[in-house]
């Protein structure tokens, strides 16, 4: 078995990520959808979404119309389905969803909807696509998780793959049927459950470089019995990380690229930049603590007198390393980062190379100035968590 340093497993999971080295600029934001696997939806929208972010960090500034269309466009480069969490996946991983599909007929519903309502939502879907206000809205008139019948019919379907959402309109989903808009190959091709398994095991696997049996499960919300026994005839090679308490499994390709040109000499250099608090570098919290020493946890849903680091702290990556957090707001036609919480001392490069990431991202969103309110290191502000 082969043994390898924690930070060589560093370097591996910031080249699988698309964080170190050449990244291939002409695939563009399809091209980083594949790569990760899997990006992460969410409402809450500061600088901009987060599933804009992802191609963002990696790609630089993209315009933000060109990645709604690489997600949405006509040329069917995605759908959206629950992968790490509602998420972006590539269109081409349409099969191995297959077993999350079916696991989903028995799953254990809460809301309910009555075979009136889903005859009806069904009959609308084979006139074509529509969206929650076409069938009476998404809510009884409550709260927001108050879904109406034809909502949770509509969400029912799209999880048993009987609908699917491969546009949204604003922030509404537009529902379709598969065979209108999944490519037939794709559309027949349903593998068995056990091999829909080992099949997103592997792709875990390189999407993270090097991981452990936790890792591999989060990243596509696997249980973990089903990781072990798909890890043999995944592909994925048993290695030893220095300093990590449990076993761990690295992408060959990963692995080789790491042993041809050895720890300093890996081709390409770090990507500076904000990221998203749901970036897959970062949505996993054991493993950011175990790759980073960073403790990340997202404050939106904290009260705003107990918030230390801010609503929508966003990591900053400097030379492989989260250096620091952000919280950021606009202000009419200015980039406003309200603190910046450093893990430790900063530098004068460290500094410097934060607000370069602040006055990228201020461009990126049309911002034409930067205000750096406060900054601060973590020693100085109280956690409550």
């Excluded at 949505?283 to 849903?301: I, Q, S």
């Excluded at 201020?362 to 601060?376: H, Y």
């Amino acid at each position: 078995m082969e043994s390898i340093s924690a930070e060589q497993a560093r370097r591996m999971f910031l080249r699988a990520q698309g964080f170190l080295g050449a990244i291939d600029r002409r695939a563009g934001v399809p091209g980083v959808l594949r790569r990760l696997g899997a990006v992460q939806l969410d409402t809450i929208s500061v600088l901009a979404r987060s599933h804009e972010l992802v191609p963002y960090a990696r790609l630089g500034p993209t315009p933000r119309a060109a990645v709604e269309s690489a997600y949405w466009g006509p040329e069917r480069h995605a759908f959206e389905y629950w992968g790490h969490a509602a998420s972006i996946l590539p269109i081409e991983d349409w099969p191995w969803c297959a077993g999350r599909r079916r696991r989903y007929r028995d799953y254990p519903w809460k809301w309910q909807a009555s075979e009136q309502t889903f005859a009806e939502v069904r009959a609308r879907l084979a006139d074509g696509p529509i969206t929650t206000a076409d069938v009476g809205g998404a809510k009884r008139g409550g709260e927001w998780w108050d879904w109406s019948e034809a909502k949770v019919a509509l969400e029912r379907l799209l999880a048993w793959g009987e609908a699917v959402c491969v546009e949204r309109r604003g922030w509404r989903r537009v529902y379709d049927l598969p065979e209108r808009v999944i490519p037939a190959h794709l559309l027949a091709h349903e593998p068995p459950t056990d091999e829909c398994n080992r099949v997103q095991v592997a792709l875990a696997g390189r999407h993270l470089g090097v991981a452990t049996v936790n890792d591999l499960a989060d990243y596509y919300r696997l249980r973990k019995e089903w990781v072990k026994a798909s890890l043999p005839d995944s592909g994925l090679v048993p290695v030893e990380v220095a300093g990590w308490a449990e076993s761990a499994w690295a992408d060959p390709d990963a692995l080789g690229s790491l042993g041809a040109r050895g720890e300093r000499g890996e081709r390409g250099r770090h990507r500076t930049t904000l990221l998203s608090p749901f970036d897959s570098l970062v949505w996993d919290r054991a493993r950011t603590l175990r790759m980073f020493g960073v403790d990340h946890r997202l404050e939106a849903y904290t009260p705003k007198a107990k918030r230390a680091l801010g609503y929508f702290a966003m990591p900053a990556l400097v030379g492989g390393k989260l250096v620091a957090r952000v919280d950021p707001k606009r202000v009419g036609k200015t980039l406003v980062a309200q603190q910046v919480t450093y893990q430790r001392t900063p530098g004068d490069r460290v500094r410097a190379e934060v607000r370069a990431a602040l006055e990228e991202a201020a461009q990126w969103v049309g911002c034409d100035s930067v205000v750096l309110e406060r900054e601060v290191e973590l020693r100085d502000v109280r956690l409550w968590w």
